[in-house]
């Protein structure tokens, strides 16, 4: 089965530094993967996707990612946080061929000013 | 972009009641779309599959009598929670894909939640 593990419930980081938050997928196969976000009392929306074409993959509001398969690693970044990027963030993971995401613990990311 | 709507967006119901939530793709035909919850502070949980004409694929552990999940369309997706308890508070929230076979990169796009609180 596929799992998904965000290290870091809780990130906190003040406005204009770097934004790095932590994700490591377990598969067999290299996956599809996701990265959402959720603003207070609102559904996901989704920051950018890896699937299988370029392993850096450029997102919404500045965010990027980078898949590692060596490391199992999808870890967002954003090289100057806003204090508009404060939200709780989900890293996914689907299966080759599927559609079902297994979304991982979340992440809440804080900006100080 | 492509919108899902969900209705309503709060619910408060007496214990017992049963409680319908819609979810509609308004600008896209979704050929699946999916129901997760979500507990204070944690993650979605996937609660069941839904394709329009068919029945629903329900995870393990999620009571099919008890979340009715009907398809009716390729628009509109319901969820009713039957003899609603407290414990079935919750964030409930859909989600719609355009995905065919052959093209499973199709993005999941969610709609804005529902919370229900049973008293």
């Known amino acids: 089965a596929q799992s998904v593990t965000q290290l870091g419930s809780h990130v906190s980081v003040s406005e204009g530094a770097l934004v790095l938050l932590r994700c490591n997928y377990s598969s067999s196969v290299p996956p599809y993967l996701f990265w959402y976000v959720q603003y207070p009392n609102q559904g996901l929306q989704l920051l950018l996707k890896y699937t299988s074409a370029a392993t850096l993959v450029k997102g919404i509001n500045g965010f990027e990612a980078e898949f590692k398969k060596s490391e199992t690693s999808f870890h967002l970044t954003k090289p100057s946080a806003h204090m508009s990027d404060a939200a709780e963030y989900f890293c996914?993971?689907?299966?080759?061929?599927?559609?079902?995401?297994?979304f991982g613990q979340g992440t809440r990311l804080t900006i100080n000013p | 972009g492509a919108v899902v709507s969900q209705h309503p967006s709060r619910v408060i119901c007496k214990s017992g009641t049963s409680v319908k939530i819609e979810c509609r793709s308004l600008d896209f035909q979704a050929t699946t779309m999916f129901w997760y919850r979500q507990f204070p502070k944690q993650s979605l949980m996937l609660m069941a599959t839904?394709?329009?004409?068919?029945?629903?694929?329900?995870e393990q552990g999620v009571e099919k009598d008890k979340f009715l999940i009907n398809h009716a369309s390729l628009t509109l997706s319901t969820l009713t929670v039957t003899s609603a308890h407290p414990e079935d508070s919750s964030f409930y929230i859909c989600?719609?894909?355009?995905?065919?076979?052959?093209?499973?990169?199709?993005?999941?796009?969610f709609g804005p939640g529902t919370r229900l609180t049973v008293l």
């Open positions: 996914a993971v689907s299966p080759q061929g599927a559609q079902k995401l297994v």
């Open positions: 989600s719609a894909t355009l995905a065919r076979p052959g093209n499973p990169t199709d993005t999941q796009y």
């Open positions: 839904s394709n329009e004409g068919s029945k629903a694929t329900y």
